[in-house]
């Protein structure tokens, strides 16, 4: 099944979103990546489906960003709050089912289409 991002928008420096990732749930974990122009995919965050549903975080936005999932959905959720201009980018959720490497994007398989969020300074 597809995954499938929303919530994306513009929004000013300090403002919040929250993003939804659908078709969510994997064997091992879900993340959120994000790559701006002209810069690589970076690890944002991602969450455990078992393990008591350990999370990880990047550390720029550790404290500002909460990942969490709702199992009866199936969709995962990226709440950010005191956004940055730098945190402008296409972010992109993911599934691992690989039982290992959940920050890092290349133990993911199935990859969305992506959301834009865009933070005016």
């Known amino acids: 099944v597809q995954l499938q991002a929303s919530g994306g928008g513009l929004v000013q420096a300090g403002g919040s979103l929250t993003l939804v990732c659908a078709a969510a749930f994997s064997r091992f974990a879900t993340g959120w990546f994000r790559q701006a122009p002209g810069k690589e995919r970076e690890f944002v965050a991602s969450i455990r489906w078992s393990s008591g549903g350990a999370t990880y975080y990047a550390e720029s936005v550790k404290g500002r960003f909460t990942i969490s999932r709702d199992d009866s959905k199936d969709t995962v959720t990226l709440q950010m709050n005191s956004l940055k201009p730098e945190d402008t980018a296409r972010y992109y959720c993911?599934?691992?089912?690989?039982?290992?490497?959940?920050?890092?994007?290349?133990?993911?398989?199935?990859w969305g289409q992506g959301t834009q969020v865009t933070v005016s300074s």
């Open positions: 993911a599934r691992n089912r690989r039982s290992q490497g959940a920050t890092v994007a290349r133990f993911y398989d199935d």
